[in-house]
């Protein structure tokens, strides 16, 4: 089954830097950064690009987008080729204190802030360095102007016994709070792991839990309320096995990866991925001007258009 082109939206894996050293981190795919960064050229490129087929919503990832030079001058371009455009970014909030005005101005519409622990010593221990104040500041500043954003956490065995202290506080902030299994990708972060069925489980046994499917963004996700708390999680039930035999990746993930479940193109530096682990699904360019044929390629693979 393939998505309508409506549905997708293009993820730019802006740059690989990031300060932070997180103990699950996939690098998008690519651990082996081999430091370059997407030119601002190749992602006008590709926005003019995607919004000829039909996607209008973008997000900005790395690596950390934040070290990403002039990325609020690119999203202010975005928005002056389409004003409706989505755009959006991930952030381990390191640098949010410093940048969310400016990224407002420009016409940032969401945020996603990834936050590890309440606890300063674990987030730290989670993260790799100590930056817990930072990103306290950086996440409370989000909560006065973008309400419509997320904390997002790896849910795992070191933090599991703080979920819903983490969901309550951003509850109170007004802030979504989505949590995701960590992806046991690396083989270090294979202990920590708590396969997806289990986080519903055990999430679905916190006091008052009510548990409900709905649609965000054009994605099942499964909303967990209680008393004074919210929780996101994937609605994994409905995705499928996709089936690689070479798949890098334990059995809890495949289970929750199947190619016609794609919702996002990823654009890195020389290619458009439709998949993370699975390199003949990647359409390479070599020049700006080759962006229109690998995208059009990798929507034809992965979705239809009306
Ligand atoms: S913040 Fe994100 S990109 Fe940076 S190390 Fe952690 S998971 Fe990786």
């Not at 016409?107 to 104040?133: C, H, M, P, T, Y």
């Not at 819903?164 to 979504?176: C, H, P, V």
């Not at 409900?212 to 963004?217: D, L």
């Not at 199947?258 to 530096?269: N, S």
Request: proline residues 5%.
């Amino acid at each position: 089954m393939v998505k309508r082109i409506e549905e997708m939206y293009l993820r730019f894996v802006l740059t690989k830097r990031c300060p932070f050293k997180c103990y699950f981190c996939h690098r998008e795919g690519d651990a082996e950064s081999p430091g370059f960064e997407l030119s601002r050229e190749v992602v006008i490129e590709a926005v003019r690009v995607a919004m000829s087929l039909g996607i209008y919503s973008f997000k900005f990832t790395g690596g950390e987008p934040l070290e990403y030079e002039g990325l609020a001058d690119v999203i202010a371009e975005i928005k002056s080729i389409c004003p409706s455009a989505e755009i959006s970014f991930t952030t381990n909030g390191l640098y949010l204190e410093r940048d969310l005005v400016k990224l407002i101005e420009a016409g940032i519409d969401r945020a996603n802030v990834s936050l590890q622990s309440l606890d300063r010593k674990k987030n730290e221990e989670i993260v790799g360095v100590d930056s817990f104040d930072e990103v306290m500041r950086g996440i409370e500043l989000l909560s006065k102007f973008k309400t419509d954003s997320k904390i997002v956490t790896a849910f795992s065995k070191r933090n599991e016994d703080e979920i819903l202290d983490m969901a309550r506080f951003a509850k109170r902030l007004g802030l979504g709070f989505r949590v995701h299994a960590v992806l046991p990708a690396l083989p270090i972060a294979e202990p920590d792991v708590i396969p997806i069925e289990e986080i519903e489980e055990r999430i679905s046994r916190f006091p008052g839990a009510v548990r409900r499917i709905i649609e965000v963004n054009g994605k099942h996700r499964l909303l967990f309320t209680g008393p004074d708390w919210e929780i996101l999680v994937p609605d994994w039930r409905h995705w499928k096995r996709c089936g690689m035999a070479s798949c890098p990746l334990n059995d809890n993930v495949k289970k929750v990866c199947k190619e016609g479940e794609v919702f996002a193109l990823r654009i890195t530096p020389s290619e458009v991925q439709t998949c993370l682990m699975r390199n003949k699904k990647n359409f390479p360019f070599e020049k700006v001007g080759d962006i229109r044929e690998a995208l059009t390629s990798a929507c034809k693979l992965v979705a239809v258009t009306s």
